[in-house]
């Protein structure tokens, strides 16, 4: 069974404070993503990464940072949270191909104060 | 602006009838679609997926149509169960490029006996 995991399952973090996400899959996949879901806007991508050490920008990067420096853990960070940034986000990793279905992590809820 | 629209926020059917799940999408650079689930506290599941080369596909009780013409697609479910009930995303990815999915908003799907 393809696992990812996430660091966290609450987090309840200050106004400027620096946070760390962490992810881990355990299928040695490719692909990892980090999208944040937000009530009536679905499932919005951060970013992605399709190598170790690589990045792309998804469709909401602005205010985020990725790390990936081992193939299984994918890192997002917010180098100074902001109540804007209160969210559910969810890790997902893949296969190297196209159509590969995206594995999720349970997700983290994070509460910015 | 949402490339993928899913625009029934909730649907509630009885126990064993048919549960039709509707999107609709802007951009006809997308070739592949899929519907993921979501229970709550856990991440999304990979459900059904359709190629843009097919208008149909099947798995069991759940049955994916898509309309290439209308920029429409849908998930039937037939019987529906308790256990359906979650959150419902459909999403779809451009041809060429990697593995980065676009996201509806959701629907959530309540089965009541």
């Known amino acids: 069974d393809v696992k990812v995991t996430q660091s966290s399952r609450y987090l309840v973090k200050r106004t400027g404070e620096k946070v760390f996400l962490e992810c881990v899959q355990d299928m040695d996949h490719e692909n990892m993503f980090w999208y944040r879901q937000d009530p009536g806007l679905g499932l919005r991508l951060i970013y992605f990464?399709?190598?170790?050490?690589?990045?792309e920008k998804g469709d909401i990067p602005e205010g985020y940072s990725v790390s990936r420096e081992k193939k299984e853990r994918f890192s997002l960070i917010l180098e100074s949270a902001s109540t804007n940034q209160t969210s559910m986000y969810l890790c997902?990793?893949?296969?190297?191909?196209?159509?590969?279905?995206?594995?999720f992590g349970p997700g983290t809820r994070l509460l910015v104060l | 602006d949402q490339q993928v629209k899913q625009n029934s926020p909730s649907l509630s059917v009885q126990e064993g009838r048919i549960s039709i799940l509707n999107c609709d999408y802007t951009n006809s650079m997308f070739d592949y679609f899929l519907w993921y689930k979501k229970y709550p506290a856990e991440g999304p599941t990979f459900l059904i997926s359709i190629s843009s080369i097919k208008d149909k596909n099947e798995d069991g009780r759940f049955t994916v149509f898509l309309n290439k013409s209308a920029k429409h697609l849908s998930l039937h479910i037939v019987p529906s169960q308790p256990g359906d009930s979650a959150v419902y995303f459909c999403?779809?990815?451009?041809?060429?490029?990697?593995?980065?999915?676009?996201f509806g908003a959701g629907t959530r799907l309540a089965v009541h006996p």
């Open positions: 997902a990793s893949s296969m190297g191909g196209k159509t590969e279905t995206q594995y």
């Open positions: 999403a779809a990815s451009r041809s060429g490029g990697y593995n980065k999915l676009i």
């Open positions: 990464s399709y190598d170790v050490k690589m990045k």
